[in-house]
């Protein structure tokens, strides 16, 4: 059975980070794609960030130059460092692994497993 577990959601003040981490466990993340979402109330989820198999990365525009994210093998972990948080993005947060072949990887459709999801606050 395959689990994403997010953490590392807080609230924070504009212009601050946070590392938001998935941890998996019944899938290995280095044999497969992963990528970070988002949502809000009322929106679609949003893709923001995607690593591949050979740990590519690709990032939506409203988050290039200011979020990374980055595989940790060793923990079977997929983290997101988020720098210069601004109040739009605040959001749930969601890890997702395993796209389907051929898929655009910013569509949520695209992917197999989910996780929960994890809270991110930030005020102005």
């Known amino acids: 059975q395959v689990q994403l577990v997010e953490s590392g959601g807080d609230s924070v003040q504009a212009g601050g980070s946070l590392r938001l981490s998935c941890k998996a466990s019944?899938?290995?993340?280095?044999?497969?794609?992963q990528a970070w979402f988002r949502q809000v109330p009322g929106k679609e989820r949003e893709g923001i960030a995607f690593?591949?198999?050979?740990?590519?990365?690709y990032y939506g525009d409203s988050v290039k130059g200011r979020f990374t994210i980055s595989r940790d093998n060793a923990k079977n972990t997929v983290i997101l460092q988020m720098n210069g948080l601004k109040p739009e993005d605040a959001a749930m947060y969601f890890c997702?692994?395993?796209?389907?072949?051929?898929?655009?990887?910013?569509?949520?459709?695209?992917?197999?497993?989910w996780g929960q999801g994890t809270q991110v606050t930030v005020s102005s």
């Open positions: 997702a692994a395993d796209a389907y072949f051929g898929a655009i990887w910013s569509y949520s459709a695209s992917w197999r497993y």
């Open positions: 019944g899938v290995t993340l280095n044999r497969n794609d």
């Open positions: 690593i591949d198999i050979n740990e590519r990365t």
